[in-house]
Nanobody
Framework: QVHLVESGGGLVQAGGSLRISCAASGRTFNTYRMGWFRQAPGKEREFVTAISWGSGRTYYADSVKGRFTISRDSAKNTVYLQMNSLKPEDTAIYYC???????????????????WGQGTQVTVSS
């Protein structure tokens, strides 16, 4: 069982920056990948970014490429999401996701992840 706790969400003006974090605890000795998804009101949860734990390779949705950066601290089992040049359309609940293994689902799909955080609200005002 893996427990994920997000922190760092809040309200920011358009063009501003915000960093959110996700700390994993529990059975984290075999982390394969961690990532972030988001869900805006009335919309489906969508992939934002992911990082392969071993290689550090990163993946981004086109909508955030060049503005968001995912990073990890393996010693702390923590993943970070630095969000720059924020836009009102980035407003959503951001969920941390954890994958212990590769299960055959695309890394861009929620089905590829085993555990989820409770979510942190990010609101970007215009």
């Amino acid at each position: 069982q893996v427990h994920l706790v997000e922190s760092g969400g809040g309200l920011v003006q358009a063009g501003g920056s915000l960093r959110i974090s996700c700390a994993a605890s529990g059975r984290t000795f075999n982390t394969y990948r961690m990532g972030w998804f988001r869900q805006a009101p009335g919309k489906e949860r969508e992939f934002v970014t992911a990082i392969s734990w071993g290689s550090g390779r990163t993946y981004y949705a086109d909508s955030v490429k060049g503005r968001f950066t995912i990073s990890r601290d393996s010693a702390k089992n923590t993943v970070y999401l630095q969000m720059n040049s924020l836009k009102p359309e980035d407003t959503a609940i951001y969920y941390c996701a954890y994958a212990a293994t590769m299960n055959g689902s695309s890394r861009y799909s929620a089905a590829a992840y085993d555990s989820w955080g409770q979510g942190t609200q990010v609101t970007v005002s215009s």
